[in-house]
């Protein structure tokens, strides 16, 4: 599986079941006060590494987490 894109509602379940435990375990261990999830799904979305993955990265307070969510072409 490339994406998220290319599984059924089945596999896409089982793929995500662990994603709040993982999600907390990050933020423990990082002390953080909250995760951004972003799975990358195509070249357009910069999606690099061709399988399936979440990135769980640790945000502070006070801190930018801001992302370009609806790109404009150029």
């Known amino acids: 599986m490339v994406s998220v894109l290319d599984m059924d509602s089945d596999l ?4 995500m079941a662990d994603l709040p435990r993982l999600s907390r ?4 261990a990082t002390g ?4 951004n999830v972003i799975h ?3 070249k ?3 999606q690099e590494v061709l399988h399936a993955h979440v990135h769980v990265l640790p945000r502070f307070d006070g801190t930018s987490a801001k992302f370009d969510v609806v790109p404009r072409r150029s």
Do not use: I, L, P, T
Not at 12 to 15: G, R, V, Y
């Open 12 to 15: 896409a379940s089982k793929f």
């Open 25 to 28: 375990m990050v933020r423990r």
């Open 32 to 35: 953080s006060d909250g995760v």
């Open 40 to 42: 990358n799904a195509g």
């Open 44 to 46: 357009a979305a910069g």
